[in-house]
């Protein structure tokens, strides 16, 4: 199943790992061509997918550098040499988090819940897989 969130599942699979320790988090990104909020006031804006998720990441990539995370790697998937057109992806990103604690705190914060939405509006799906360096 295609989607932007986790499940509840996921979530209390990430929870129960070693708390303390870091790992990277690879994000393969599907952008929308055109952002699909549930708020008819926001469709009004006209955003792109990348601008919406743009909006999100205002949000989250300073919570994930003031919680001691890094942004190691973000590069466009511009040419797809292997696999079939179910798994072409426009970006890949990789986080580092200090630890699964920092990144569910985060994850739980209010602000980053709220900044959610833009990332919801602008994503068509991505793919998350967690990494021990």
């Known amino acids: 199943m295609r989607t932007t969130e986790p499940s509840m599942v996921q979530l209390q699979a990430i929870s129960t790992g070693n708390l303390d320790a ?18 008819e006031s926001e469709n009004l804006k006209g955003r792109t997918g990348r601008e919406a998720y743009s909006e999100y990441t205002k949000v989250a990539f300073p919570k994930i550098m003031e919680l001691g995370g890094s942004l190691a790697y973000r590069g466009s998937c511009d040419h797809q040499f292997v696999g079939d057109e179910s798994q072409d992806y426009d970006e890949l990103i990789v986080v580092r988090y200090p630890s699964r604690r920092a ?18 509006a602008g994503l068509e799906f991505r793919v998350l897989h967690e990494s021990n360096p």
């Open 22 to 39: 870091p790992f990277d988090m690879i994000n393969l990104i599907k952008y929308r061509a055109v952002a699909i909020y549930k708020s």
């Open 103 to 120: 990144y569910l705190g985060m994850f739980n914060s209010p602000e980053y819940q709220a900044a959610i939405m833009h990332r919801k």
